[in-house]
């Protein structure tokens, strides 16, 4: 980001659990890794009601004052449509808590920063997270296909089809169409851009398109909306100067077995180095995976040995043998 380029306010969600503890990780490796970032730092919190009522959504005090210590602001948020039955429409809902006409960047809490988060350029159009396999739509044997579901849904709310897709990949190939990983994502307006993704989100679960009668919106909903939105407000696919994210400056990792399973030696680096205060690892500690993994080293002495031999080119075999192998964790 130039001098003159407003910081964005960088956004995750988290609530009492594993989220909790991926958002001091999210926090301390920013400060960590990224010491010259000035924005603002913002933790969504659920309450316990609404679509979470009866529900224990509240971080610990722990978790609270570390996340403090590290810069971060908790703001609470009721959510109104997804909530339990929906836990992805947390990033929906949670954009709420931002200010409106300012510059935001949204991150799912299992993600490390590995660099220099300041200096990714988030003044430009919409974008998100490549970093994705083809996991929608599953198109039935007779048809529709990947084109005709697609259309549908910009057909839907008066999109241009045409100048979303990908015209470098063949006709019916998933990546000829406009898709993300919801992992992150970025705007320059919080209110128009939760806005739309909430409506059209709701519009779509209450009254799918004819087209998607064989598909499943759980747990897509958020990843079929977003590249929608993205697309109506002049956004698309990121272009080389935000090759950073899911690069060298962050890593969306999902779940902290994955991450040693197969990331690389440096982003292991960063992660331990961003954690090792003492004040975090008390608190990390309580986290079973963090105690096992990082800090009783079984992440590279159990888990990397797993895959010496090369990893799978998808995901769900590796977590098949981490599961075996006994290295999960839900």
Not at 17 to 33: C, V, Y
Not at 144 to 158: C, M, N, Q, T, V
Request: proline share 11%; glycine share 10%.
């Amino acid at each position: 980001m130039g001098p003159d380029t407003l910081p964005p306010n960088v956004l995750i969600v988290a609530q009492a659990g594993r989220l909790e503890f991926e958002a001091i990780i999210f926090a301390a490796s920013l400060r960590h890794a990224a010491p010259g970032f000035t924005g603002r730092l913002i933790v969504a919190e659920p309450r316990p009601e609404g679509a979470w009522a009866g529900h224990d959504t509240l971080m610990g005090d722990d978790t609270r004052t570390i996340l403090e210590s590290l810069g971060a602001e908790t703001l609470p948020f009721t959510a109104r449509h997804f909530g339990a039955a929906y836990p992805y429409g947390n990033k929906i809902e949670a954009l709420s808590v931002l200010p409106a006409g300012e510059p935001f960047a949204f991150f799912d809490t299992d993600t490390l920063v590995t660099g220099p988060l300041d200096r990714v350029p988030f003044n430009g159009p919409p974008a998100a997270s490549m970093r994705r396999e083809g996991t929608w739509p599953e198109p039935p044997l007779y048809g529709p296909g990947h084109g005709a579901i697609w259309k549908s849904l910009y057909d839907r709310f008066g999109l241009d089809f045409p100048s979303s897709l990908d015209l470098s990949q063949p006709d019916e190939h998933w990546e000829r169409y406009l898709y993300f990983n919801a992992g992150w994502f970025f705007g320059p307006d919080p209110a128009v851009f939760g806005k739309r993704f909430l409506d059209w989100a709701l519009s779509v679960r209450r009254d799918p398109p004819e087209e998607l009668a064989c598909q499943s919106l759980d747990p897509w909903l958020d990843q079929v909306i977003l590249p929608l939105v993205i697309h109506s407000l002049g956004g698309g696919r990121p272009g080389p100067e935000l090759a950073g994210l899911d690069g060298d400056v962050t890593c969306h990792y999902r779940k902290l077995p994955l991450l040693y399973a197969r990331e690389s030696d440096r982003v292991l680096d960063v992660l331990e180095a961003a954690v090792t205060p003492n004040r975090i690892k008390r608190r990390l500690k309580d986290w079973e995976p963090a105690k096992k993994l990082i800090y009783q080293g079984k992440g590279r002495d159990k888990v990397r040995p797993l895959f010496a031999g090369g990893l799978p080119p998808r995901e769900k075999p590796i977590r098949q043998a981490l599961k075996k192998n006994g290295w999960w964790w839900d």
